[in-house]
């Protein structure tokens, strides 16, 4: 019983991280309709500046604006000078100039940062395990869940209360009017494009103790998180939300579970083979499966 | 995506001298032909072996055994299909016939076979899979690094040499993974409480502490080469479990590289391997003091299977008069293994696959109180590797 | 609302007249080039080559789904990978005499292997398809990466023929009467099979199936109320290009004596994607041509720096920018906004 709750709590925490990405993405697309490919660029710069502040510095706290900033303003720039000409066209455009984005980046870490991997340290405060009851948890992940989920609420608040999610939400359906009525849409595109950004780099400052900060780091979770926003529903923070926990939840499940089921059915070592090729597809399986019963995702943003 | 590098002669600032020093003689200097990856999260590999063949060229002033040479290196990628293309055109438009420097075994099975077929020479700095060591060994294929399973067994053997019965053991689901695992098994005598294959992507091995802690095992063995590996042990710190379980590796899970980027948690790993940095020899010690003077980072067993594969071939063409031409007579002299290793002992088996020793490691505090890799006894002596006997050479 | 807005064959007013006549220039460059090859002592140029032409049907054959269908699939890696895995395994089963799976016997036929190749990756795109074309849009681009994905995870874990290692086979595949060994006689099948497969989709595209296809890209709903079968004229036409794809991938296994699942990486769907884009979604020589200019790019590239990829990833962003329809389209006059 323990060890279902722990697992379930992993599962939760590796959707947190998920969402952070997929929210952003969602976002990206739901307003501009931009399939951003190099947002897991964003994600490797948020991870590196703050690895490269945390290093010289020494101190966790400065690399956590570090990373945020960093990211935030490598996103802006993308939106700037390359994203923001590719509206109009169609996605196959958008496909090739953010690959090649990803491309230019990653070799532009290989320059700035070397081939080695980063070292980034846990902050002393939250490293160690804490006593849950049932079972002892890492500190760590812990806090990414509560940062995690404050971020959620924080950013359905700034969705559902606030005039830039007002503006948001318009701009997402009725782009035309809301520049008639005098908004300034390009601004706003900026805005939106950097806070995607934003939380792509909040999440890779975060899984820099946690992972390797390495390049093509990005490239790893990226196809996750579209597996996330598409069985979310495209363009919905709330589909977001509810794919990527689902994804991360039964991911986890299937790693976690999948052998000793499979155990009491087949030998040993051909169950542990076959029970990690199916967790390997179970999260493209899903999608596939949410989409063939659901063709827009779980919470279609547009009816 | 996809990918070719290429750092000839001249362009690339660490090969520059080399060429220099080589159009200082008055003969035309021999090309070696290196494919080896650069990019991507295993370019740190690549770079190291590189960096430390052109360091033993630098070093004998742009010759290796007397005979001037050119290192003519591109980036695979690891990609196969790109390996393929840039040992075609090493080989038919630069007219190479000796290469080497491949990291990856998957890389190695698609390009070696051609340039044997194409009556080439190749020297293996690293990849040494099974299905060429045993009935598919060649004449002309030479392996300097190890066989990819002894890696594992010398793991096996320092498990039961420090005591422990039960393992708990994992490794990424694929090809070299599940020989890691086999060739663990096939050395430990203790009981496997528990096997997992992990994906070959993943990154978060939440469920898998988890699943470890509840088997309750008193060792793990986990083979997770490169950003994995850093992930893995952070994790396995973080979870509490570095304190009451130990660890045993085999090298590419914990390199010099590895252990910088871990840092702390790292303290107290068992590793095994053929060679570390603080090895008491001359030739160790002349490596490892000329590779931190120049290129002053940590110096991994990569670095020093690069420098090996210069020395070993450095000695075949000291003995052919620089000649590659005639392949039985560099084989022949190849063989002989005339060079100081700095592993110290080594020769070749039968399969043309190394026989050498193994040694078991720990990761400990150095007097500043960095974690470092210290050796600590000799596991295995003059062994090879279990395919030889397969091989009709 | 997603559907790509490139145009299929366009009927454009009047084309400069070197238009008419470029095709035919590539065609002789192409025959020519061994031979400046061999001259010139840069061998490793047929080798190129022939990477590049195979490739080359393998974009030509995603552009009938991307370009007439306006199906844009993010998974045609998984039909490439297919394709050389059916030639893997029948030429493994071929030399050692075993039956596949004990009743399909092996083969180290050419002939046999490439067709083998096409069904297979036929059936495989034939069973995504049907799935995945109840989707439209960004859904479908990425639910034909999910089974690409899943697909590229089977192969990883398939310890029978290699896992991640691959299958590496002695020999090349016979073509009786020809020496198979020689890469210029390889190059020149391979030149030829790329004729046959352009050939076939100029009539394609021409044919009423073409227009059909077209007709539903512009206006699913307009096709619908003519009586068209939407679903099953597009299925069609993603099992034709996943077969193009499978026999590219085929091909390749043969030319490479070597199949890994890196074929299958959806890195590789992407590069096909951009061969595609570059040259002109929709194009009949497009695809070619940008086939041959993304790896001859690469190659130049890299043959330059170390550090190509910081090159390659602006030139690909300065080319989305700039080239609206993509290489063939270059002197042409531009229709529509």
Partial sequence: MALVLEQVLNGVQLGVMLFLLAAGLTLIFGIMGVINLAHGSLYMVGAYAAAFVAQATGSFLLAIPAGLAAAALVGMAIEYGVVRHLYARDHLDQVLATFGLILFFNQLVVLLFGRQPMFVQIPPALAGAVDLGFFSYPVYRLCIIAVGLATAGALFWLIQRTRLGMLVRAGATHRDMVQALGVDIRLLYTVVFGLGALLAGLAGLMAGPLLSVQVGMGEQILILTFVVVVIGGLGSVTGAFAGALLVGVVDTSLRAFLPGLLRGLMTGSEADALAGGVSAMGVYLLMAIVLLVRPKGLFPAHG | MSVIKKAACGLAAGVSILCLGGAAAAQEPLKIGMVTTLSGPGGYLGQDIRDAFNLAVEMGGGKLGGTPVQVLVEDDALKPGQGKQIADKFMKTDKVKLLTGIVFSNVALAVVPDVLDNDGIYVSPNAGPSTLAGKECHRNYFVVSWQNDSLHESAGQNANNLGFKKAFILAPNYQAGKDALEGFKRMFKGEIVGEVFTRLDQTDFAAEMAQIRNAKPDVVFQFHPGGAGIAFLRQYQQAGLIESVPMVVPSPSMDAVTLKAVGAPALGLNVSAQWNSDFDNPASKEFVEAFTKKYNRPITYYASQGYDTALAIGAALKATGGKVDNAEAFRTAMLKADFKSVRGNFKFGRNQHPIQDWYSMRVEKDDAGNPVIRTKAKILSDVGDSYAKDCKL | ?337
Avoid: C
């Fill in chain 3, 1 to 337: 609302m997603d559907e790509p807005r490139t145009p299929a064959v366009t009927k454009d007013a009047k084309p400069p007249r070197w238009r008419a006549w470029a095709p035919y220039a590539g065609l002789l460059a192409l025959v020519a080039l061994p031979f400046a090859a061999q001259a010139l002592g840069q061998a490793a140029l047929t080798t190129l080559a022939t990477r590049m032409v195979i490739l080359a049907i393998a974009a030509s054959a995603l552009n009938i789904a991307l370009g007439l269908g306006g199906l844009v699939s993010f998974g045609h890696a998984a039909f490439y990978g297919v394709g050389a895995y059916a030639v893997g395994i029948l030429t493994t089963h071929g030399a050692s005499g075993a039956p596949f799976l004990g009743f399909i016997p092996g083969s180290e036929l050419l002939g046999v292997n490439l067709l083998a190749a096409m069904l297979a990756s036929g059936l495989v795109a034939g069973a995504i398809g049907a799935l995945a074309l109840r989707t439209s849009g960004v859904q479908f681009i990425m639910i034909t990466l999910a089974f690409a994905q899943m697909l590229f995870f089977f192969f990883v874990a398939l310890k029978a023929y290699g896992g991640d290692d691959g299958v590496s086979m002695r020999r090349r595949n016979a073509l009786p009467g020809l020496n198979m060994r020689d890469d210029m006689t390889f190059y020149f099948v391979s030149l030829a099979i790329l004729a046959v497969w352009l050939g076939i989709s100029a009539r394609l595209f021409h044919s009423r199936f073409g227009l059909l296809l077209g007709g539903i890209r512009q206006s699913e709903r307009r096709m619908q109320a003519i009586g068209v079968s939407t679903v099953r004229t597009r299925w069609l036409a993603f099992v034709l290009s996943g077969m193009g794809t499978g026999l590219a991938g085929g091909l390749m296994a043969v030319f490479g004596r070597f199949v890994s699942p890196d074929m299958m990486h959806w890195t590789q769907s992407g590069e096909l994607l951009i061969m595609v884009v570059l040259g002109g979604a929709g194009t009949i020589f497009g695809p070619v041509l940008g086939a041959f200019a993304l790896i001859g790019l690469e190659t130049l590239l890299a043959g330059w720096t170390e550090h190509w990829q910081v090159i390659l990833g602006p030139a690909l962003v300065l080319m989305a920018l700039t080239f609206r329809g993509g290489l063939a389209r270059l002197g042409r006059r531009r229709e529509g906004p």
